[in-house]
């Protein structure tokens, strides 16, 4: 090998060796460290939802969760946005679209969502769900409502861990639908986010 082919070499391994350097110390010389998943999932866990809020404010300041949605009252498109806080939601089926559905109405601040799944949060459900991979092996459902509270402590969140279409679990399906409402009523709509053909016609068979 030629005498320029080792320079040339040469300085390539010393430019890899000043690219190792640089990656592995901050801007004020100390070396930096990698935070582990765990400690990432601990802060996570640890990390508590805020305070509730009793009333809708229309002010406009960025601690309000609520001035963006309350615009919709000032310019008129919406007459009396409050009153999302007095509807109950059922959701059957927290995955790709239920759990998306979830958390729109969440944000949204409706006043209560019933959810329910029988499935368990998988780490292959990280590329298209809300869920987290700390939360692989949970319920959806316990792994929704510790998302949702966290996005919004004043939705209140009911969860069922349950197969609607086992005859036990349809009566307590049609239980909640008849008296699951903020005041033991019925609630206001039931959404059908299920994967499954049965799950849909036993949906439908309350429903209509």
């Known amino acids: 090998m030629s005498s320029s082919s080792n320079d040339v070499l040469e300085k390539l391994a010393n430019l890899r060796s000043k690219v190792r350097d640089i990656g592995s110390k901050s801007s004020d010389g100390s070396t930096s460290t990698t ?3 765990a400690n990432i999932s601990r802060a996570t866990e640890e990390t508590k939802p805020r305070p509730k809020i009793v009333e809708m404010s ?4 960025d601690s309000n969760p609520y001035s963006r949605l309350m615009a919709l009252k000032r310019m008129g ?3 009396d946005y409050e009153k999302i806080r007095e509807k109950t939601l059922i959701v059957v089926g927290v995955g790709g679209v239920g759990s998306v559905v979830a958390e729109m109405l969440t944000r949204c601040a409706v006043g209560k969502l019933i959810l329910f799944d ?5 780490l292959a459900n990280m590329n298209r ?4 991979p700390h939360q692989s092996g949970l319920s959806k459902v316990e792994a929704a409502r510790d998302t949702l509270l966290h996005i919004n402590p004043d939705v209140e969140i009911e969860v069922h861990n349950m ?3 086992t005859m ?3 009566k307590i399906f049609v239980n909640r639908i008849q008296r699951g409402n903020l005041d033991g009523g019925k609630v206001d709509l039931v959404l059908s986010c299920v994967d499954n053909f049965e799950a849909r016609m036993t949906v439908n068979t309350v429903c209509f």
Not at 58 to 61: A, G, I, L, M, R
Not at 118 to 122: G, L, M, Q, R
Not at 129 to 132: G, P, T
């Open 118 to 122: 029988y499935d368990k949060v998988e």
């Open 163 to 165: 197969n609607i279409t």
């Open 77 to 79: 498109i919406v007459k």
């Open 58 to 61: 229309s002010e406009v300041v």
């Open 35 to 37: 935070t582990s998943a």
């Open 168 to 170: 036990e679990n349809f």
């Open 129 to 132: 769900l809300f869920y987290q």
